[in-house]
């Protein structure tokens, strides 16, 4: 069994920043991908940031320059920052891994339950 747990969300003025963190736990025998999506109110889900297990990154868009995701292998563990934290940032914050286990062959992406993320004007 694997678990995705996230924790580092709360209430934040327009400007202000938080990190976000998520670690794996379970019967995992390979991390590949990692990665923040979040899902506003009456909106899609979207993709925030993601990392390799190489370190390469990417970002949508309106959060370059703004948010950073970094992880730590070695604790199975994936952060974002987020600086200059904007009203349109609040959102549900759920991390997310493509790994593989030690009792089943092959990748599934695997998710945490979301962390609340509202940033006030």
């Known amino acids: 069994q694997v678990q995705l747990v996230e924790s580092g969300g709360g209430l934040v003025q327009a400007g202000g920043s938080l990190r976000l963190s998520c670690v794996a736990s379970?019967?995992?025998?390979?991390?590949?991908?990692m990665g923040w999506y979040r899902q506003a109110p009456e909106k899609q889900r979207e993709l925030v940031a993601a990392i390799g297990s190489s370190g390469n990154t990417n970002y949508t868009d309106s959060v370059k320059g703004r948010f950073t995701i970094s992880r730590d292998n070695a604790k199975n563990t994936v952060y974002l920052q987020m600086n200059s934290l904007k009203p349109e940032d609040t959102a549900v914050y759920y991390c997310?891994?493509?790994?593989?286990?030690?009792?089943?062959?092959?990748?599934?992406?695997?998710w945490g339950q979301g962390t609340q993320v509202t940033v006030s004007s």
């Open positions: 997310y891994a493509g790994l593989s286990t030690i009792w089943v062959p092959g990748e599934s992406d695997y």
């Open positions: 379970g019967a995992i025998a390979k991390i590949n991908a």
